[in-house]
């Protein structure tokens, strides 16, 4: 036994290893090895992979928030350069408009403006004819009257016709 034991014993002078205690403290240690992988290594590995996978989701999830982000704000400049230009467009017409407009007024002024000079020189035009023939009957008159105190005799009725209009001849052509 002597043999066994010392087969057992590896260097037994130094404090030895025993080989029996070495296969148990082995097979122990395989034994834990398997339930640690069993129990506890392959849930940890499950728990880690699910964490990455939720990670990853969550990564992709922000990814595809942030091109649609991206996306909507191209968009929203679009549409913001679209209302941009249509109220300058905007602007523009009611700046053509305005312009038209104010032409048209200055357009109609100027008419009515002509119309009323036109209208001012025709009734000039008549008042002058009917002062000048009132003035003619005036002057005829006077004109008589100045004749026949003049001549202190009589003239016939034809005379002072022929007289007053030969005057109002003279009167005529002098304007």
């Known amino acids: 036994m002597q043999s066994y034991i010392g087969f057992m014993t590896l260097g037994a002078s ?12 082995l097979a122990t240690f395989l034994i834990l090895l398997i339930l640690l992988k ?13 964490r990455e996978e939720y990670v990853a989701g969550e990564i992709d999830a922000a990814e595809k928030s942030r091109k649609e982000a991206e ?3 191209k968009e929203a400049q679009a549409q913001l350069l679209q209302v941009k230009q249509e109220a300058q467009k905007m602007i523009e017409d009611a700046k053509n408009a305005g312009v038209k407009q104010e032409q048209d007024i200055i357009e109609t002024a100027r008419k009515e403006a002509e119309r009323i000079k036109l ?4 009734e000039i035009q008549n008042e002058k004819e009917l002062a000048i023939q009132a003035l003619q009957s005036q002057v005829a008159s006077l004109s008589v009257l100045i004749a026949s105190k003049v001549i202190e005799k009589e003239i016939s009725e034809q005379d002072q016709e022929k007289l007053i209009n030969e005057y109002i001849k003279e009167v005529g052509e002098e304007r």
Do not use: C, E, H, S
């Open 14 to 25: 130094v404090g030895g290893f025993r080989l029996g205690d070495m296969l148990i403290q």
């Open 71 to 73: 996306t909507a704000a």
């Open 38 to 50: 069993k129990y506890a290594w392959g849930p940890l590995m499950n728990m880690m992979q699910k």
């Open 119 to 122: 209208q001012a020189q025709a």
